[in-house]
């Protein structure tokens, strides 16, 4: 069993920046692909960021391609999402996941173990 627990949430103005983080237990932390989604009320989970378990390929949807970057450090069991240029749309519950196959999926249903979720919510 896998633990998951993001921090890094918070209220910012248009433009403004958050780092997100996910702490996660196991001893096998370093094999798993790990994930970022949000879901905003009303709407459906949405993929933002992936990473292998290397760390050495990461994979974006447009929406966020060159204002979010995703990366990880195995010796610290942490995953991290960087967020730049945040936009009001950028408004959500942000979920931090972990699947067993180390390569990066991009669907809810490919990954294994999620966290509680960490609030962004974007406002001037």
């Known amino acids: 069993q896998v633990q998951l627990v993001e921090s890094g949430g918070g209220l910012v103005q248009p433009g403004g920046v958050l780092r997100l983080s996910c702490a996660a237990s196991g001893r096998t932390f370093s094999s798993y692909g790990m994930g970022w989604f949000r879901q905003a009320p009303g709407k459906e989970r949405e993929f933002v960021a992936g990473i292998d378990w290397s760390g050495g390929n990461t994979y974006y949807p447009d929406s966020v391609k060159g204002r979010f970057t995703i990366s990880r450090d195995n010796a610290k069991n942490t995953v991290y999402l960087q967020m730049n240029s945040l936009k009001p749309e950028d408004t959500a519950v942000y979920y931090c996941?972990?699947?067993?196959?180390?390569?990066?999926?991009?669907?809810?249903?490919?990954?294994?173990?999620w966290g509680q979720g960490t609030q962004v919510t974007v406002s001037s």
């Open positions: 996941a972990a699947r067993r196959r180390g390569r990066i999926g991009i669907m809810p249903n490919e990954y294994d173990w």
